[in-house]
């Protein structure tokens, strides 16, 4: 359609050029042949002008004859003398002459004095001929041999005789009184016979002076033959024009008007056509100059209104797509704002609805508590949907960057597991997660992202699966083709409902939920998936989905992730030492296994309980006994539990130290411990891990921190708390006072600084600083605190709380001195694991 | 800023009527005065030049040398007045005798002994250009006691050749007695008269060609004017050619009755353009005329190959101009004269003409034709028509003669007839 447009413009444009061109010549061509006309008539006007003049000339010239012979024809013939006496009163002027012929008697009376002459034949003849009066044309004078004209009449004496009157004048006087010239001297005019003979020419310097007929020039010159016979028939015909011929190399003007008075004579001007074109020339050329200058105009303002047109659709096209933008921003917010309206109203209302409730059943606790459960639900529901809102402005206004780190696989994961597995477990679903070919288990990455990522992908397939379903997870590690990077392949896979192929096509735009009946009795927001394809483009990875209805999801994440700035620290040899994995996953076995190859070690692998009794008896028959022996929780038949007793019992002098791996040993403790089993290994199991368990429960090496000792035990700690907040200064408060730790409260940061300097030294264990305070925020109080003089100024830990976690904010806290951070709303688990984490040493 | 555009477009949309309009627009009343310019200067000086060039072809050369003096010199005018011969001499002996004589006039050589004796002309021995001519023009120059005309060519007759026929029938252009002799017999056997001739010069140039070289370039050369005092001895001299000239009657290279009927430059032209014989005497003048008639063959005009050890040229010098003695305007008439015979003037009036210059010249001439006889101008085998030295009308006389051979008279009554004419 366009190109038909352009097409049509186009023609039309041209259409319209060849218009004015066209039209432009035709005006020249017109006004050209006009002017030629005009001067062209104007030559003949003046020729007809001067043919009057010379016209005049000789009539007044034949008058005077008249007059003589008139007189003459009062004589007798026969009287001589009295002829002669009249002829000599005649005189002529300027060389002319008279002669009166008797015709009867051919005798001839001069104006010299002297006996009458005798015409002979000829002579005779030749006057005979001439009847009535008129011009003879130019001849030899017999006398003079002269070029003569004459003027005669014949007239009849008293007697009846016939007589002939003659008035000869040489032709030059006339010639030289009719030179009639045109445009500077470049034209003249000749007196010519309807033969074309030269009668009469003009004397002027620059006439032509030599050719005797005016066809002896136009034949010469190869002019068309039907317009010399035209010109000669006009001539003939005593026609009056204008005819242009070409001669001497150029076109000259021939214009003809006959004279009156002597039938037959024409005078011709002739002019050379370059002249009577020389004033059109300037005339033209001026009119080209002013259709140029018009046809340039034309163009310039052409061009003109198409760069105007150009740039007017431009500017509404812009505007347009501007106005298209805004609407479907517009349209966006206002969709965000009814989707908004409504998650944000849900949980909302849950709160006050149940906070209602909870105040009319005051008195019965189980209610109460029922109640206050579907509060803290649905808090945690808005505060995920506050989260992820401003999550989505953060990253779609740009303001989100990573905060990329050294970061261990094993924190990753172990915070995985810990958020997922309750979930999954409560839904009665397998959750696993699976490690192939991990080489780096420390890349430097946004762990706060990542996390965000993966616990978005899974809390998902957790959610859309049904109960009984499955969960896994794997990461596959390979090289990367970016240096100084390893790609991860991280796929999570789900059992669930899955998706229909047309939600997959939107399922990364923003509020995006299936239309479908199961998932909207799914609580979600429909931003988690927009925020991890954000998450992921900004980390420079792909993330694909592929996903049937009622097949379950898999989603990939590829991700090149940098290498840490320091290498995995190499460990150190372990000395042979017989491991036993008891593994009802394979998967999981070989990993494991793998990885325990890695170290040094060859383990054996057996898939059950019963086996694992069975090869550990074998073993210490053989006096062979393993020094490790690995079981996994979810062993059958018999159980870890079961399985470690059976080993025990078996191999009674050296037992093995037992080890059970699970995701989540929480409610296991006490009865594995009992069983014998020593420690616990959080699954996935990396190298790592693996070795530190070694070292600790082989070797001997201090333990580490457990999910044993995470125990929520502040008894005797001293803690200060800066919150301007009462609402959050009354939650922290009572929450830490619960757990036994003492607490001392202020409102701002200098009262914090204040309260820090006055106490002792040590006095303190942790300070939980707000940032955002009235009076002295947050950071320049940290400051301060690091700045006194006192020893235990730059190692107490402080605690920043922060309204979110962006890594500038991170930063800012790590900046000023702080130790870590907290988001609020506080996460109360969260923080105790914090707290412990710092207070025993091990914060990072 | 999207106004800004429109606003510009209609100010110069504005501007660009009110100029129209203004230039629509003129003053009521105005006076405008034209100088005139020097050009309209009169000449004080009007002569006139008389001369027997009338055609067309032959005035435009004099047109413009006329307007080429009057050029070089703005206070003369100069009018020519062309009178085809022969009433031209009649005339110009009316004009002379009446007192009407022109400035400038055209002779022959008959003209010039007759006019000189009568003192008609003027004496030209101071003309400045009187150097540029060569030594056969000044020869003839001073043939009479001072000069009293001025050669403005020099013409020449010569055997136009049908190159195409010749080749045709296998034979080449003869360039002495025994190759002309030897085609010509062949043309004859095979039923071609072999020569276009006319009734006025071709056979009197062969008479004359034949037998003066040697008084040209000979033993005898210069003694031309021994004649005037013997011109008995003048026509037996001139014996040999009209006896070559009967036997060109009897071996048929000639057809008398044919040439006969044929004038000069018109019926001799229109039988040798129709391209069935090889070969035609005449001027080599003609050669413009005949190229008017579009031969459809190729031709070119050699010397007379009519002498045992090579050919012959006949010229004369031509178009002989004088000056009044009583002109009113000697010295102006002289200057005209003076411009007439520069050498650039004078050649591109002779070679317009296919004609050939009187002055020392070494351009060959334009027209390819002609060349074969140019040479012949200086090497000395060229003969002079009618020779300023003798004291008679020879050119007219051997054409008498020859009008009698035509009649049937034979060689030895021609020369009779010459004796009889030389000695009246």
């Known amino acids: 359609m366009k190109i038909k447009h352009r097409w049509k413009t186009l023609l039309l444009a041209v259409l319209s050029v060849s218009i004015v061109l066209l039209g432009s010549i035709y005006y020249l061509r017109s006004v050209q042949n006009s002017l030629w006309l005009k001067s062209v008539t104007d030559v003949l006007e003046v020729t007809a002008q001067g043919c009057h003049a010379l016209d005049t000339y000789i009539e007044k010239d034949m008058e005077m004859l008249h007059w003589l012979a008139e007189d003459l024809s009062a004589e007798d013939s026969r009287d001589g003398k009295a002829i002669q006496e009249e002829m000599l009163h005649l005189s002529g002027d300027s060389g002319s002459s008279y002669i009166c012929v008797s015709l009867d008697t051919n005798t001839c009376y001069g104006t010299q004095p002297g006996e009458a002459q005798k015409l002979n034949p000829e002579q005779a003849e030749a006057l005979l001929a001439l009847q009535g009066n008129g011009i003879r044309e130019p001849y030899l004078d017999g006398r003079t041999g002269v070029w003569t004209l004459g003027y005669y009449e014949r007239f009849s004496f008293k007697d009846g005789a016939e007589g002939f009157l003659q008035k000869s004048l040489p032709l030059s006087t006339v010639a030289e009184r009719f030179s009639l010239s045109f445009y500077d001297d470049t034209g003249f005019s000749y007196v010519v016979s309807p033969q074309g003979d030269i009668l009469i020419r003009s004397l002027h310097r620059n006439s032509n002076r030599t050719f005797q007929n005016l066809f002896d020039i136009i034949d010469l010159q190869g002019n068309d033959p039907d317009e010399i016979r035209s010109f000669q028939a006009a001539l003939e015909l005593g026609k009056k024009g204008a005819a242009r011929f070409y001669y001497q190399e150029e076109d000259y003007v021939f214009c003809y008007v006959p004279m009156e008075n002597t039938p037959g004579w024409y005078l011709v001007s002739i002019v050379p056509n370059r002249v009577i074109m020389e004033q059109t020339h300037n005339i033209v050329q001026n009119s080209q100059v002013f259709l140029i200058l018009i046809l340039v105009s034309g163009l310039i303002m052409a061009a003109f209104y198409i760069v105007h047109r150009t740039t007017s659709r431009r500017i509404l096209q812009a505007e347009e797509r501007a106005r298209l933008a805004a609407e479907s921003a517009n349209t966006a917010k206002s969709r965000f704002l009814s989707n908004m309206s409504h998650d944000i109203r849900t949980p909302m209302n849950a709160i006050i609805g149940m906070t209602q409730l909870a105040s009319r059943h005051a008195g019965e606790p189980d209610k109460v508590r029922e109640y206050l459960k579907n509060i803290e639900l649905s808090g945690q529901l808005l505060v995920g949907l506050i989260n992820d809102i401003l999550d989505m402005s953060k990253i779609e206004s740009g303001k989100m960057k990573l905060n990329n780190m050294d970061t261990s696989l094993e924190t990753l994961l172990t915070n995985l597991v810990r958020i997922i597995q309750p979930t999954a477990a409560q839904k009665n679903q397998g959750f696993h997660i699976y490690l192939h070919g991990i080489t780096h288990e420390t890349l430097s990455f946004d762990p706060l992202r990542l996390n965000q990522v993966l616990i978005n992908l899974l809390s998902n397939a957790v959610k859309f699966t049904p109960e009984g379903g499955a969960v896994r997870v794997d990461i596959t590690e390979s090289p990367s083709v970016r240096e100084n990077r390893a790609h991860l392949t991280i796929r999570v896979a789900d059992t669930g409902i899955g998706m229909k192929p047309e939600y997959l096509r939107h399922i990364f735009d923003s509020f995006s939920r299936e239309q479908d009946d199961r998932v909207h009795q799914t609580e979600g927001t429909g931003l988690g998936m927009a925020i991890v394809k954000m998450i992921v483009d900004m980390m420079e990875g792909t993330i694909t989905v592929d996903s049937r209805p009622g097949e379950g999801s898999v989603f990939t994440v590829d991700l090149d992730l940098l290498l840490a700035a320091a290498a995995d620290q190499e460990n150190p040899a372990l000395p042979g030492i017989r491991i036993l994995i008891a593994d009802s996953d394979p998967e999981e076995s070989r990993t494991t296994a793998e990885f325990l190859r890695a170290l040094g070690l060859s383990p054996d692998l057996v898939p059950s309980g019963e086996a694992a009794v069975q090869k550990a008896a074998a073993a210490h028959s053989h006096g062979n006994d393993y020094t490790l022996i690995l079981l996994d929780a979810e062993l059958e038949d018999p159980d870890a539990v079961g399985t470690a ?200 | ?196 001739a006319n009734n006025d010069i071709s056979l009197k140039t062969v008479v004359l060609a034949k037998c003066l070289l040697p008084y040209y370039s000979g033993a005898a050369s210069g003694q031309i004017a021994r004649f005037n005092d013997d011109p008995a001895a003048l026509a037996d001299t001139l014996r040999p050619g009209f006896q070559f000239v009967e036997r060109m009657f009897t071996r048929r290279w000639v057809d008398r009755e044919e040439t006969q009927r044929t004038s000069k430059t018109k019926e001799d032209l229109a039988a040798f353009s129709k391209g069935d014989q090889p070969f035609m005497l005449t001027g080599v003048w003609a050669v413009p005329r005949l190229r008017d008639l579009n031969p459809d063959f190729e031709f070119e005009v050699y010397p007379y190959p009519i002498l045992d050890d090579g050919s012959v040229l006949v010229i004369n010098m031509d178009t002989r101009i004088g000056i009044n003695a009583n002109s009113r305007y000697p010295e102006e008439a002289k200057q005209f004269v003076e411009y007439l015979t520069q050498n650039d003037v004078m050649w591109e009036f002779v070679d317009s003409q296919s004609s050939f210059s009187p002055l020392k010249e070494n351009r060959l001439a334009e027209d390819d034709a002609i060349q074969p006889v140019g040479p012949y101008l200086t090497n000395g085998r060229s003969v002079i028509g009618s020779d300023d030295n003798l004291l008679f009308p020879i050119w007219d006389l051997s054409r008498e003669c020859i009008e009698g051979m035509l009649e049937g008279d034979d060689a030895d009554t021609a020369v009779s007839h010459m004796e009889q004419l030389l000695t009246q």
């Open chain 1, 645 to 844: 007793l059976a080993i025990l019992e078996q191999t009674g002098e050296k037992p093995p130290s037992l080890l059970l791996s699970a995701y989540d040993c929480a409610g296991m403790e006490e009865e594995a411990a009992a069983a014998g089993i020593k420690d616990f290994l959080q699954k996935p199991l990396l190298k790592t891990a693996l070795y530190r368990c070694i070292c600790q429960n082989v070797l001997g090496d201090k333990p580490a921190a457990t999910c044993k000792d995470m125990s929520q035990d502040l008894t005797g700690r001293r803690i200060l708390l800066a919150e301007d907040n009462m609402l959050n200064q009354e939650i922290a408060r009572e929450l830490l006072e619960g757990l036994g730790a003492q607490m001392d409260v202020v409102s701002n940061g200098l009262a914090c600084v204040e309260s820090f300097e006055k106490s002792s030294p040590g006095h303190y264990d942790l300070i939980l600083m707000d940032v955002q305070m009235p009076v002295m925020n947050g950071y320049e109080a940290t400051k301060q605190i690091r700045g006194l003089d006192r020893a235990d100024a730059g190692v107490i830990p402080i605690l920043a709380m922060t309204a979110d976690a962006f890594a500038e904010d991170v930063e800012a806290a790590l900046a000023a001195g702080m130790n870590g951070h907290l988001a609020k709303p506080l996460d109360i688990p969260t923080m105790i694991r914090q707290i412990h984490l710092l207070l025993n040493g091990n914060g990072d």
């Open chain 2, 1 to 196: 800023m999207k106004k800004h555009p429109v606003i510009l477009l209609y100010i110069f949309l504005s501007i660009l009527v009110s100029c129209i309009f203004a230039g629509c627009g003129s003053a009521r009343s105005r006076n405008i005065i034209f100088e005139n310019s020097q050009e309209d200067v009169k000449p004080q000086v009007s002569l006139t030049f008389f001369g027997f060039k009338y055609e067309a072809l032959n005035v435009t050369a004099i047109e413009n040398s006329l307007h080429g003096f009057m050029d070089q010199y703005p206070d003369i005018s100069i009018s020519y007045d062309g009178i085809k011969n022969p009433p031209y001499f009649e005339i110009l002996e009316k004009r002379l005798a009446t007192g009407n004589g022109d400035d400038v006039f055209m002779l022959d050589h008959a003209r010039v002994l007759e006019l000189g004796r009568q003192g008609e002309l003027a004496d030209l021995s101071g003309l400045s250009t009187l150097g540029n001519f060569s030594e056969l023009a000044k020869s003839q120059m001073t043939a009479l006691d001072g000069i009293y005309y001025l050669p403005t060519s020099i013409s020449a007759f010569g055997l136009y050749c049908n190159l195409d026929l010749l080749k045709e029938h296998g034979q080449e252009v003869p360039h002495n007695l025994a190759e002309f002799e030897q085609v010509c017999d062949y043309f004859a056997a095979e039923g071609i008269t072999p020569i276009v």
